[in-house]
Every structure is written in C-alpha cells, then in structure tokens.
C-alpha cells in the first residue's frame, strides 16, 4: 500500500528574499529586482537581452550556519546549505552543533535528493584562465577586478553532487544523498522522485528541491542565452509571460529553495503543520530537439491528462517562461486538456517575477504552489496585452485550492509535473 507524503517545511533563497516570510510577502506584492546588465558585459559582445536578476548575497553567518567549509563552498553549495536550514527549522526542528558542523538528532537518516541546472562554471572558467595564460605576461587582468587564480579545489568545486554532498557533509545526515541533472526540470524532477521513495517505502523524510548559481562577473554565461535568442528583449527588464508581446525569459543568476517532504505519520506523530500534500508525479520526454519545445505539445499534454486524472484542477504553476514559442505551446496545451478561459484552472508564472532561475525554478515554483494551497492565495503577473483565452491571475487573489499543479519543461525535452492536493486529515 502506497503511503501519503506530505510538504512541511519550505526555505527559500531567492532575489526577493531570504526565508518563508519575506519571501511569499515580497512575492504577492509582486516585487521584483530587475536590473540592467552591468556595463562590462558589453565589453566585446552586444547584449539583446539588457536586464538580468543578481543572485542573492548573504553570508552563512549571518543565518548562524558557522563552518570552516564555507571559504571552499561554491555559492550554489551555500544556497542549498541555507535553504536547507530555513527548511527544517520551518518544519519544526532544531539544528545542533555537532564536531565541524551540526545535526538534527531525529532525522539523522534523512535522504537529500536536490535538482540543479549548470554548475560550477565560475570557477571551472577562472580556473581554465589562469592554467592557459601567464598571468604575470599576458593581459588578462582586463578580464575582471582580479587576476584569474587556480582554485586547487576546481574539481570538488564543478562536481554537480557538491550539494547534496555538502548538504549532507555539514548536517551529518546520512540518507541517500544524490543530484538531479536536467536543465529547468532539475528541481522538480528532485521533488518528484523524492515523493515517489517516501510513497514505495524506501525513506520516511527527504530534503528536496533545487539550487542554481549563473553568475560570471563578466557576463559570459548570460551571453549564451542571449546567443540563443532565449532571452527577454523587454525594455524594462518584464518578460511578461504568456503576453502578446513577449520575447523571451529574464536571465537570473540563480538562487534556490528547499522542501521538507515527509511520510504522513512521521509527521503526525510530532505534531508538524502541513502545508499540502503530493500525490501524484509524472515525467515523459519530447524526444524532439536539444533546445526546442516539440510544437505538437502532445507529451506536455499528455503529462498534463496523466496528472488530472478525474480531478477538478484549482490552479497550475506554469513553466510560463516568456519565450514566444514555449508559452504558444504551453497554452494550447492548457486549453487542449482544461478547456476553455472559463474552465480553466487560475493560471501564473512565477518566473515572471523571478526570471528563469533554471534547476532552481522547479524548487521555488513547488513551494509557491504548496504555500498557495495552505493559504488559498495565488500570486499576480504584470501581463499587459495578454494572450487570449487563457485563466490567467494578474493582482493577487485569495482562492480555495484543492488541486494544483506545478510544471516544468526543460532543455532536452525533460517534461515533468507535480500534483498538489489539500492536506484533509
């Protein structure tokens, strides 16, 4: 028999704030930390794409996190670290110290199965320079405020497992403990198999979702979106999703959030608020193009019918990326399956206050939709001129969910979905 699993902890790590709190407040006043490119990223190549989302500072200190590791953690490593934290102490548990690092006594097997898009690629770039260039001859001080240094840890610090590994390392949990791949579904690929070991048995609580770090001071991993013609060409920086006039996703150099799934009776039986239950998970692939979106939409449809079943669907977290072609096949694809405006569940992007955070998306878009369920509210867009006959949600609105749905399709064909019920005892 298939057990229940329930979402009990959320710790997010994101542009517009650190923490459940600060977060979900700044999210449904729908603020937003658009800013344009810094002026050295135009040093040889001419962005169209002039907005871009910095990834969060903070520091671990200033969360109590204190350990010898952080000056060799990645920032990728460093979110999911703290997102990890704010979780539990979400969920109701305390973090101890413990020798290098800490523990929480009661789940000291827990697994940790995260998602991530690209890793490392700031230090495997700094690093790259500095072996193939004298860096007392050549002028590559031009390159950034620092000369390029060889980090002596580039290969623990490009592992993509680095953080789970971490994770795991620095709160002596002793579980599974292994990374998700796959571009923007990364986090919610992470989620879902997280749900499906906790329903067969195989673990009674797992720290999940997704973390991602893009930045590059001088701008060269933004400019292979840009070079793609992915990116948003918005003169203020709005990707508008699902608008007429869209032109792309809003570059974000990352962030990230993790969730507390549990077994239904493990959290019971201490007591712990619940936020909404997982109770479906579905995965196909397009097996179409590297980049592209299959323009047929059947496996999204498919993955969509697959996640419905019977079901009156409330709501759905769209991928609403912004590109022109994605958002026209994810909409047909809505209408195919739900109907009409007037059928339709309440539909947003998250991503349209966030920008694409890639293997972070499916984490943060996974809580946005748990919160939402808990809280009967869905969080607004800024959508002038919008795409017709879509349900969609511009000012937030408070609203009984009973079923919601959270979706990803990624790079690679990776199309992934979760379904999300009210938790009824």
């Not at 050295?40 to 871009?52: A, G, I, L, Q």
């Not at 072609?325 to 349209?352: C, H, M, R």
Request: proline share 3%.
């Amino acid at each position: 028999m298939s057990r229940r699993v329930v979402i009990t902890g959320l710790g997010p790590v994101t542009s517009i704030g650190i923490g459940r709190d600060e977060f979900f407040n700044n999210l449904f006043s729908q603020r937003h930390n658009f800013k344009k490119i810094p002026t050295v990223f135009d040093r040889d190549y001419h962005f169209k794409s002039r907005y871009y989302i910095p990834i969060p500072e903070f520091a671990l200190s200033d969360y109590q996190i204190g350990t010898r590791f952080s000056r060799i953690m990645q920032i990728e490593d460093r979110i999911a670290l703290l997102g990890t934290k704010l979780a539990l102490e979400d969920a109701g548990f305390t973090i101890e110290k413990k020798g290098r690092g800490y523990q929480v006594p009661e789940i000291s097997d827990c697994g940790v199965i995260l998602g991530i898009g690209l890793s490392g690629l700031e230090a495997a770039l700094t690093s790259y320079l500095s072996h193939i260039f004298d860096t007392e001859k050549d002028s590559i001080a031009l390159l950034g405020n620092d000369l390029p240094r060889y980090n002596r840890m580039i290969i623990p610090s490009t592992m993509p497992n680095s953080i789970t590994a971490w994770t795991s390392i620095i709160l002596h949990l002793t579980g599974v403990s292994f990374t998700i791949n796959a571009a923007c579904a990364s986090g919610t690929i992470a989620i879902g198999e997280s749900f499906r070991r906790i329903r067969d048995g195989y673990d009674n609580m797992i720290i999940t979702g997704g973390v991602e770090c893009l930045r590059e001071e001088l701008g060269s991993i933004m400019r292979g979106f840009d070079t793609l013609g992915a990116l948003t060409k918005s003169s203020d920086g709005n990707p508008i999703p699902f608008s007429k006039n869209r032109s792309g996703f809003l570059f974000a150099e990352g962030g990230g959030c993790i969730l507390v799934l549990e077994e239904l009776e493990n959290a019971r039986n201490r007591g712990a608020e619940i936020y909404g239950e997982i109770i479906n998970y579905s995965i196909n692939s397009d097996a179409f193009n590297i980049v592209k979106i299959d323009p047929s939409g059947l496996q999204i449809e498919k993955l969509l019918t697959a996640l419905k079943g019977d079901r009156k669907i409330d709501y759905i977290n769209t991928h609403g990326t912004g590109t022109e072609v994605n958002d026209e096949i994810e909409a047909q694809s809505i209408i195919n399956i739900f109907g009409d405006k007037s059928e339709q569940p309440y539909l947003n992007s998250t991503k349209g206050i966030l920008g694409h955070t890639l293997g972070a998306s499916g984490g943060i878009e996974a809580a946005v939709t748990a919160y939402a369920i808990k809280n009967s509210k869905i969080h607004g867009n800024k959508t002038p001129d919008p795409m017709e006959n879509l349900n969609l949600v511009y000012d937030t609105i408070n609203e009984n969910i009973n079923f919601a749905i959270s979706t990803s399709y990624a790079f690679g064909g990776h199309n992934v979905g979760i379904l999300f019920s009210k938790f009824i005892d």
